[in-house]
C-alpha cells in the first residue's frame, strides 16, 4: 500500500507558511500480520521531495523512480534469505491511500478548497 501526504517540515504558522512543505510517499507491506502492519515502524519512506519541486516539475516527473522501482519488484522482485531458505519476494501495489488535498493532486483535479 501506497500513501502520500504533506507535510510541513518547519513552524507551519506565520509568514513562511508552506515554505518547507514536503512532500512524502510512504509504504506498508499488507502481507504483514495486523499486528505488525498497524504499527508505525511498518510504514517505510519510499520518497521525499519539496512540495514546490512537485509543482515545477509535476507529479510523473517526480513519481517516475519510484514507479519505475515498483515495476522491477513486480517483474523480478528481491531476493531474501530468511533462517537458511532463500526466497524471491515479487511486489504489487494493491492501492493508494492519501487525504483529500494529495488525492485530488494524483488524480490531477483542483487542490483549492476554498469557499472564496
Known sequence: MLYFDDFEGAK???SKRGVHTM???Y???LNLPMKY???IESMHLALLTKSCSVTKN???????PLINDLKLWQKTGVVATVNG???TLLGHVAFVRADNLAANQ???FTQNFSHG
Open 85 to 87: 531458505m532463500t526466497y
Open 58 to 64: 509535476g507529479l510523473d516527473v517526480i513519481l517516475d
Open 106 to 108: 494524483i488524480a490531477g
Open 23 to 25: 512532500f512524502a510517499v
Open 27 to 29: 509504504f506498508t507491506l
Open 37 to 39: 502492519r498497524s504499527k
Open 12 to 14: 507551519p504558522l506565520g
